[in-house]
């Protein structure tokens, strides 16, 4: 088995047992990160560019630790110390990236298929680190990795993800992998924020928290963009936290061993309260350990055969 | 394609147990001494070794494996990416001696490799290196302390361990193409 | 003295109700007679000094008239030009075409009109026609001088590319344009719903994680445009409709008599929004492509006759403009050179007859327009004609295309019909 294709855009574009090629080698690259020299020569001589158009802390940090973990050398290009503020377009950036030969970007743009349309003009492989509210896969296969170790399987769990659905790209990349594993996906959030059709991603839709988290296994907070309540879709974010936030009675509703995950950064006391967050149920910082491991795994595995 | 059997099961066998006794010989004890195999059949083959030991000596060695895939010189070249397998070094390595255990001993770059690993987790006192099978062609200056069995062979051949845990039988074959 | 004689060809020209082997006679730019083709011309049907065209096996059709273009002159001339857009409608086989206001600066003032007017006829090889703006400078604020631009040779009013969002206005513009007897083209968009939307939101929309467009952004406003034409009596023709509540509306509409037509372009009725896939900047458009459903509803309200008019809305982009991240890409697509070919597939389909089509093509944007002379190939018409090979095959080639710009989302695509002649003025400005 190996993975076939040059980027990874997406969590759709994926087959089931590429993403348990992905997840399997990700947890071999786990034991790295607990060596004493937490770094393996593996990738020595690689460039890795991460090209971040979007403020992020977490996910570059992650990629970036993972490419020096495999001794690639990274470069991050963040949008306020580059020429993009001076309106150089995409394209242009692509093809001066070209010139420098990298051997793989990672792109986090605020437009949804930004990596889309960097990939076509780039020989190296890309990976989408977000784009717009379309996909955000290493963050799904992140999530898929900690959910798998708990359980020890992902097939036959229940998981709920709850919050803006609309604008969420974690969620999209979350509704595919976890479908594609097997495991019953759910979504809850007010109207104002569930896209169109949702359903046919193959998720049940909720618009009541309670009953989207009854015997869950998996409950995924998603993070409420605050501006989205000045675009109205809700009130006041209290009346948001009353309806959609997760809080330890809400959470007696969920299965004995129910594990919450959120993507980061929380905002406490908003979509979840600080005891649940902080609380036995929380894989929040397991999350954050195996990120470092995916992005290993997906550096591995786009950088690791011949590209011939 | 034609295959000659090279070591049936009692071979196996009795290669073990000289390559024990060797290491007792060689070591003058087996204290201090950490087996780390080379995942899939160096790992078995260590842990049989280790047996071994335990029956000659009364001492029970830590085992652990040791995968060289990230290590290896060869990575972006091939066609195949190599697929990972456990690294587990279950005791600090500092000032002990290492063997390391594998099946068949070819261009020598696995071992370079996983002296590597080794080097990045602790000091060892020495690595010594045992292998069932021997079948030259070495690319690197790299040369066994044990061998089970030297078997000459030509670049057209492939030399194959079997072994219960996995296989379902003890023998070591040379595939010819 | 300039004599064209079209042999052997089979005309289809509703506006007259013929369809038949015909033989076209025009001279000095007009046409001057229709009769059957006997006895053949080398025995003395007609005088030797025509030049002749052999339509044998080819169809004669009236010009087509493309009531909808951007023709981006002046101010985006690396986009289009008045030349180069005229030489993409000639070889689409439009012989008249209508050109939006929202040039720069924007044709709200007779002294743009007379240079739109005098560029095409300096540069340009088919008729144009230029629609003014309804406000000035496009902002719907206040009235643009609708008289003066009438008098300066614009044919309708519209503030294309922009919806007019003030419904007083839009009442007064309605009322003002009777004292003219010019239609008003509204484009129908609720901005304050539509947002920044960039593509038809459903299920595609959902998958790309791109802001959805609802139907309802153009149902509301054409709603409101046929409430204010019924207010008014004015004539109101809604321009690129895309969607299934507004055709109902304008057919609802025609049934109570208002005076309400209605336009739509082949790229709403031959794709669906599944054409954005993989990010494609050449299926960004406003209106954007709309479901199978809509595209369903276009196809009945083409063959009911609540679509009146085929146009294209041209709309050049340089590829700068469509190069880029999808949310940033500019909309629309160029027509002019695929709309016959993609429409024809309608009378394959069996939604219109051939009849039909040319009626939509031709005669019924003529009418809309107050073209009296054009739309038809009755004696004393202008001598704009069509010819066309129903049966011959071709590859759309992007960059073979005539117009100054590229952005097509047909290209690759096997197109069935061509048009082989385009005639203007009895003089042929594109041969195929």
Avoid at chain 3, 41 to 60: P, R
Avoid at chain 3, 92 to 102: K, L, V
Avoid at chain 3, 273 to 294: C, F, H, I, Q, W
Avoid at chain 3, 310 to 337: C, M, R, S, Y
Wanted: with cysteine; net charge neutral; hydrophobic share 40%.
């Amino acid at each position: 088995m190996k993975i076939k294709r040059k980027d990874i855009l997406g969590i759709e574009d994926l087959a089931k047992d590429e993403i348990e090629l992905i997840l399997s080698t990700a947890e071999s690259f786990k034991e790295v990160s607990e060596r004493e020299i937490k770094k393996v020569p593996t990738l020595r001589g690689r460039t890795i560019i991460n090209l971040f158009y979007e403020a992020s802390t977490r996910t570059r940090t992650s990629f970036e630790i993972a490419a020096k973990r495999m001794s690639a050398d990274a470069v991050n290009i963040s949008v306020s110390s580059s020429s993009v503020v001076k309106g150089e377009t995409l394209r242009d950036t692509a093809k001066n990236l070209e010139a420098m030969n990298p051997d793989c970007i990672v792109i986090r743009h605020f437009s949804s298929g930004a990596p889309h349309i960097l990939s076509k003009l780039v020989k190296c492989p890309v990976i989408n680190a977000g784009d717009g509210t379309h996909e955000h896969p290493s963050q799904a296969l992140l999530d898929m990795l900690t959910v798998k170790e708990k359980f020890g399987r992902i097939e036959g769990l229940k998981v709920a993800i709850i919050g803006d659905i609309l604008h969420s790209r974690v969620a999209r990349s979350n509704i595919y992998g976890f479908t594609k594993l097997g495991a019953e996906v759910r979504v809850a959030g007010l109207p104002t924020m569930m896209p169109y059709g949702i359903e046919n991603m193959g998720c049940r839709v909720f618009y009541n928290m309670e009953d989207a988290i009854k015997d869950a296994d998996v409950i995924m907070m998603l993070r409420i963009q605050l501006e989205r309540q000045n675009a109205g879709l809700f009130p006041t974010v209290r009346e948001y936290s009353r309806l959609f936030g997760l809080d330890a009675k809400k959470l007696e509703r969920a299965k004995k061993d129910v594990v919450i995950l959120h993507p980061g950064p929380v905002n406490r006391g908003i979509e979840i309260s600080s005891d649940v967050a902080d609380g036995k149920y929380s894989l929040i910082l397991d999350q954050v350990k195996n990120g470092v491991a995916v992005r290993m795994a997906l550096f591995y595995l786009l950088l690791g055969g011949s590209r011939e | 394609m034609t295959k000659k059997n090279v070591l049936d099961e009692k071979g196996v066998e009795r290669a073990l147990i000289r390559i024990a006794h060797e290491i007792i010989e060689k070591n003058k004890g087996i204290e201090d001494i950490v087996m780390l195999g080379i995942p899939t059949r160096g790992v078995y083959l260590a842990k049989r070794i280790k047996e071994i030991l335990k029956n000659a000596e009364g001492i029970e060695l830590p085992i652990g494996s040791v995968d060289a895939t990230l290590y290896r010189d060869d990575i972006g070249m091939k066609e195949k990416q190599p697929v990972l397998k456990e690294t587990d070094i279950p005791v600090s390595i500092d000032n002990k001696k290492i063997i390391i255990v594998d099946d068949v001993l070819f261009t020598g770059r696995t071992i370079r490799a996983a002296m590597n690993v080794i080097m990045d987790f602790g000091r060892p006192a020495n690595i010594q290196l045992a292998v069932m099978i021997d079948r030259g062609h070495r690319e690197l200056p790299i040369r066994p302390d044990y061998i089970g069995k030297n078997v000459p062979t030509s670049m057209q051949e492939a030399v194959k361990v079997h072994l219960k845990e996995i296989d379902g039988v003890d023998e070591v074959i040379v595939e010819h193409e | 003295m300039n004599r064209l004689l079209i042999k052997n060809g089979r005309i289809v020209d509703p506006a007259n109700k013929i369809d038949g082997l015909f033989d076209v006679y025009c001279v000095d730019g007009k046409i001057v007679e229709i009769i059957p083709p006997n006895p053949p011309l080398e025995k003395g049907g007609a005088s030797g000094d025509f030049k002749v065209i052999d339509a044998t096996g080819l169809f004669v059709f009236p010009g087509f008239i493309d009531m909808h273009t951007h023709l981006r002159e002046p101010g985006y001339e690396y986009k289009e030009t008045i030349k180069t857009g005229t030489m993409a409608a000639a070889a689409g086989g439009f012989t008249s075409i209508a050109c939006m206001a929202n040039t720069n600066p924007v044709n709200d003032n007779s002294s743009v009109t007379d240079y739109i007017l005098k560029k095409a006829k300096e540069e340009g090889i088919v008729n144009v026609f230029p629609v003014g703006a309804i406000s000035k400078g496009l902002r719907g604020e206040t009235l643009a001088e609708i008289g003066e631009l009438k008098d300066a040779g614009c044919v309708a009013i519209s503030d294309d590319g922009r919806p007019v969002l003030n419904s007083n206005l839009m009442r007064l513009a309605m009322e003002y344009s009777k004292l003219f007897n010019l239609p008003i083209i509204s484009h129908c968009e609720d901005l304050s719903l539509a947002l920044d939307g960039v593509m038809n939101e459903g299920f595609i929309a959902t998958k790309l994680g791109l802001k959805g467009i609802p139907n309802a952004v153009e149902d509301i406003i054409v709603a409101r445009d046929i409430a204010l034409s019924e207010l008014t009596g004015a004539k109101l023709h809604i321009a690129h409709i895309s969607t299934k509540g507004a055709i109902e509306l304008v057919r609802n509409a025609k049934q109570r008599g208002l005076n309400v037509t209605a336009e739509a372009a082949p790229h709403h009725f031959t794709l669906t929004d599944e054409a954005v896939t993989g990010y494609n900047t050449n299926a960004k458009m406003n209106p954007p492509l709309r479901s199978p459903e809509d595209v369903k509803a276009l196809k009945n309200g083409l063959k009911d006759g609540a679509i009146d008019a085929i146009a294209t809305d041209h709309a050049p982009q340089n590829i700068d403009e469509k190069d880029v991240e999808f949310d940033k890409a500019a909309n629309g697509i160029i027509g002019l050179e695929t709309a016959f070919s993609l429409s024809l597939r309608l009378v394959d389909e069996e939604v219109v007859s051939l009849n039909a089509l040319v009626e939509k093509l031709s005669a019924n944007p003529a009418k809309i327009l107050g073209l009296h002379t054009k739309g038809s190939l009755k004696a004393g018409n202008d001598a704009d004609i069509t010819i066309v090979d129903l049966n011959k095959e071709w590859v759309v080639d992007a960059s073979k295309l005539k117009s100054k710009s590229k952005n097509t989302p047909f290209g690759g695509w096997k197109m069935k019909g061509k048009v082989i002649k385009t005639i203007v003025g009895g003089r042929v400005v594109y041969e195929g």
